[in-house]
C-alpha cells in the first residue's frame, strides 16, 4: 500500500449527513428520504441560482451547528453528480456544471469548520449515456465507477472518500437523470468492487466508507447480520483506507433490536450508525427520543471492544410529506434533541448528562432540566407501548435473509391492521389483552406530556397530533390482533373521518376485521418459512435455492391486494426483496 498522507483524521470519525439543507428548501410533499431529491431542485435542466444560494445558506447555519455538537465529518449526496464525464450528453453537462459549483461553496464552508466530506452513493448509478458507453467500448460497471471516483477525489481536495451503498438501490418511485439499481448479488462480487475501490483510495489518502445495510435480495443480502457473509466481503482484508459502516442491530433503525453481534466480529474499523429522524416513529412531528437506547448501544460496543473508527449519524430514511429536519428548514425540536444528545453520548456523557446540557442551553427562562427528563420518560414509554407491540417487538424471528422487523404494522406513515401483517401479529402474539392495554397506557403517556409541555416551552401542537393518532393507534391493533368490538370499530368510525380531516398528511389507516378465515393456513405457513434463528436451517436452504425463489415471486405478486398499500410503490419491489 502507497503511503500517502491522509485528508483528514480517520480516528473517532463523527459523521453526521447532509442531507436536511436540500430538503429544507423544498415545498413540503409526499418525499422519498433515502437521498436528496435532485429532480425537485431542477428548473428546465437546470439548478437555478437563486436555489443554490438557499442550499449553501441553510448548509452554512447547518454545519454550524453540527460543529458547535462536535460532529467531525459531514455525508452529501451524490458522487453522480459531482463528475462530469466528457462524454455525457451537453444538457447533463451543462447541469452537472451548476453542481458542481454549488459542491465547491459547500465543501468549502464544511473545510472551514473543520469538517470533512465524504460523497455518498449506491453500487452502482446509471443512465441512457452510462449505458451505451460501456456497451459500446465494453467496460464494466466496476471501471466506471472507479474512474468516476478517481476523477471526484481529484476533482475536489477536500472530499475525504466515499460512503458506499451496496445492497439497496433507488426506490422505484425515484425519477433523476441518475438512478440506481442493485448491481452486487453475491459476496464474491461485493469482495470484487471493494477489491477494485480501494487502491484508488488508498492512493489518495481517503476513506471507502461501506455500509452493510441490506434488504435480503440475492445471496449477498444477509451482509447485515451473517458472519459468514461478512467474512467472504471483508475477510483478509488489510487497508487504513477501509471502513465497515453498521446500523447499530441486525435491521433497520427500530428499537428492541440488540446491538449487531459483528460489531465484534472481524479486525475492520467500524462506524456504528443511528438515526435521529426516527423514520418508523413519526420523522420529528412528535417526540421518539433514542437516548437511553443508544446509551446503551454505546455502552455495549465500548465494553465489548469493538473496533470503532466512529459514529454516523443521520436523518436520512423513509418515505412521507413530513419535512421537518433538525437544523435546517422547517425545524423539530425532536430531532434536535436527539441529535445534540446522541453527539453527547458519543463524547462520553451520560444520557441524563446530555439532556441536562440541551436544556440548559435551550429550554427558556425557569425551565426545569428535571421536568424535561420526566417528559421524555414519558415520551420514551409512548413510542415502545403506542407504536410497537412488545410481545411480537421482542421476539426475534428471520424470514430467508431478513430479520423481521420488530415494527411492522406502523411503516413510515402507513398503518396496516389487515392482510399478511395481520395474519402474522395474530400468529406470535398470545396474550392480546396485554397487548391491548399498551396502546391505551401509551395514550396516557402522551397526555401526560401534553400537560408537561406548556411549562417547558414545548410545541404542543405537535403532541395534540401525536395524541390524536395514538388513540387511534389504541383502537387500531385491537382490529390488527383480531380482537376488535363492536364498541372500538364505532370509536373508529367516529374518530377517523375527524383526523383525516384535520390531518390530510396524517398517518394512513388500512383496518382489518374479524380473524380472517386464512388463519389456520397462515399459521402453519409461518411455522415452517419463519425461524427463532439466524441460524439457516435446511428448510430455509431449500428455500433459497433458484427455482424455490421464482416460486416465490409468482406468489408475490399474487399476494399483493394482502400486502400494505405503500408496498411496490416506495422502496424495493417484494419482487425483488424475494430473489
Known amino acids: 500500500m502507497i503511503s500517502v498522507t491522509p485528508r483528514h483524521s480517520a480516528s473517532d470519525i463523527r459523521l453526521c449527513d447532509g442531507i436536511a439543507p436540500f430538503f429544507a428548501v423544498l415545498p413540503q410533499e409526499d418525499s ?40 467531525t465529518a459531514v455525508a452529501v449526496d451524490d458522487l453522480a453528480h459531482l463528475v462530469s464525464h466528457a462524454w455525457y450528453p ?124 441490506t434488504l435480503g435480495a440475492y445471496p449477498v443480502g444477509d451482509l447485515i447480520w451473517n458472519p459468514r457473509t461478512w467474512d467472504a466481503v471483508f475477510g483478509g482484508i488489510d487497508s487504513d483506507a477501509l471502513i465497515v459502516s453498521l446500523k447499530h ?26 438515526q435521529a429522524r426516527r423514520e418508523y416513529e413519526g420523522m420529528g412531528e412528535f417526540p421518539a427520543f433514542a437516548g437511553w437506547m443508544h446509551e446503551r448501544h454505546i455502552r455495549e460496543l465500548r465494553v465489548g471492544n469493538a473496533n470503532l473508527a466512529g459514529c454516523f449519524v443521520v436523518q436520512a430514511g423513509g418515505w412521507a410529506p413530513w419535512s421537518r429536519t433538525g437544523f435546517a428548514g422547517r425545524r423539530s425540536v425532536w430531532i434536535e434533541i436527539n441529535m445534540a444528545v446522541i453527539a453527547r453520548l458519543w463524547q462520553g456523557s451520560g444520557c441524563e448528562e446530555a439532556v441536562r446540557a440541551w436544556a440548559n442551553a435551550n ?56 392482510g399478511v401483517v395481520a395474519l402474522l401479529h395474530r400468529f406470535v402474539v398470545r396474550d392480546r389483552d396485554a397487548a391491548i392495554a399498551e396502546g391505551r397506557a401509551a395514550v396516557a403517556e402522551v397526555e401526560a406530556m401534553c400537560a408537561m409541555a406548556p411549562s417547558l416551552g414545548l410545541p404542543l401542537e405537535d403532541l395534540e397530533f401525536q395524541l390524536d393518532t395514538f388513540r387511534l393507534l389504541a383502537l387500531a391493533r385491537e382490529s390488527l390482533l383480531g380482537a376488535a368490538t363492536a364498541d372500538s370499530r364505532r370509536a373508529i368510525d367516529r374518530l377517523l373521518p375527524a383526523y383525516r380531516e384535520r390531518y390530510p398528511d396524517g398517518y ?72
Not at 478517481?150 to 418511485?173: I, T
Not at 424471528?397 to 398503518?415: A, E, G, H, N
Open 363 to 418: 429550554l427558556p427562562a425557569g425551565g426545569d432540566p428535571a421536568a424535561l427528563l420526566a417528559f421524555l420518560r414519558h415520551a420514551d414509554r409512548a413510542i415502545e407501548q403506542g407504536l410497537y407491540i412488545r410481545a411480537f417487538a421482542e421476539r426475534p424471528f428471520y424470514f430467508r435473509r431478513v430479520r423481521i422487523p420488530p415494527l411492522l404494522w406502523v411503516f413510515w406513515r402507513d398503518v396496516t391492521a389487515t
Open 90 to 213: 451537453a444538457d447533463l453537462r451543462r447541469l452537472l456544471a451548476d453542481y458542481r459549483s454549488l459542491y465547491r461553496r459547500l465543501f468549502a464552508v464544511a473545510a472551514d469548520r473543520g469538517m470533512a466530506v465524504f460523497a455518498v452513493s449506491d453500487y452502482c448509478y446509471f443512465n441512457e449515456a452510462i449505458e451505451q458507453r460501456l456497451t459500446d467500448l465494453g467496460e464494466t460497471a466496476l471501471g466506471f465507477f472507479r474512474d468516476t471516483a478517481a476523477a471526484a477525489l481529484r476533482a475536489y481536495p477536500d472530499l475525504g472518500g466515499l460512503v458506499l451503498r451496496l445492497g439497496e438501490s433507488d426506490g422505484v418511485d425515484v425519477r433523476d437523470r441518475f438512478t440506481s439499481r442493485l448491481s452486487v448479488r453475491r459476496p464474491s462480487e461485493a469482495r470484487a468492487v471493494i477489491d477494485g475501490l480501494l487502491p484508488v483510495f488508498e492512493d489518495a489518502g481517503a476513506t471507502l466508507i461501506v455500509r452493510t445495510w
Open 249 to 274: 442491530g441486525e435491521a433497520d433503525f427500530f428499537r428492541f433490536l440488540p446491538v449487531n453481534p459483528l460489531f465484534f466480529h472481524g479486525p475492520q474499523r467500524k462506524l456504528a450508525e443511528f
Open 508 to 579: 394512513r389507516f388500512a383496518l382489518g376485521g374479524e380473524e380472517p378465515r386464512a388463519m389456520p393456513f397462515a399459521s402453519l405457513l409461518f411455522r415452517f418459512a419463519l425461524r427463532r434463528s439466524s441460524r439457516y436451517r435446511w428448510r430455509d436452504r431449500i428455500m433459497l435455492a433458484p427455482p424455490v425463489t421464482r416460486a416465490k415471486r409468482q406468489l408475490a405478486r399474487r399476494l399483493s391486494s394482502s400486502l400494505p398499500a405503500f408496498a411496490n410503490h416506495q422502496g424495493m419491489s417484494a419482487e425483488t426483496l424475494l430473489r
Open 32 to 71: 422519498n428520504w433515502s437521498k436528496v431529491p435532485f429532480a425537485r431542485l431542477e428548473r428546465d435542466g437546470r439548478l437555478p441560482n437563486a436555489l443554490a444560494d438557499r442550499i449553501a445558506g441553510e448548509w452554512t447555519r447547518y454545519l454550524d451547528a453540527m460543529a458547535h455538537l462536535g460532529f
